[in-house]
């Protein structure tokens, strides 16, 4: 059983959005921190956006790299998927864009879906 699997990929226009999505399977995700990662072809992965856990007792706290900031916004829908709304893409956005989930050690990653950003 693949534990995160993304969907929602593609090809689009700059300036246009994309709303990858990710669904866990066999854990609770919103015990889970998220975070979405990106690696651009050529380049090291980076990372876009992360958020803690539901049950964080610091409430929510939200991370945007610079690059996406006012752009793209990360979301969870409780246990079971998680989103990245991408909007005003770039051609520097391309790139293959993976989710993570953490806690206690447990440490899951999607299989990674292609972001093509190209007129």
């Known amino acids: 059983q693949v534990p995160l699997v993304e969907s929602g990929g593609g090809l689009v226009q700059p300036g246009g959005s994309l709303r990858l999505s990710c669904t866990a399977s066999?854990?609770?995700?919103?015990?889970?921190?998220i975070a979405w990662v990106r690696q651009a072809p050529g380049k090291e992965r980076e990372g876009v956006s992360c958020?803690?856990?539901?049950?964080?007792?610091?409430?929510?706290?939200t991370y945007y790299s610079d690059s996406v900031k006012g752009r793209f916004t990360i979301s969870r829908d409780k246990a079971r998927k998680m989103y990245l709304q991408m909007n005003s893409l770039k051609a520097e956005d391309t790139g293959v864009y993976y989710c993570?989930?953490?806690?206690?050690?447990?440490?899951?990653w999607g299989q990674g879906t292609q972001v093509t950003v190209s007129a």
């Open positions: 958020v803690n856990s539901d049950i964080d007792s610091n409430g929510d706290i």
């Open positions: 066999g854990f609770a995700l919103n015990y889970y921190a």
């Open positions: 993570r989930a953490l806690y206690r050690g447990r440490d899951y």
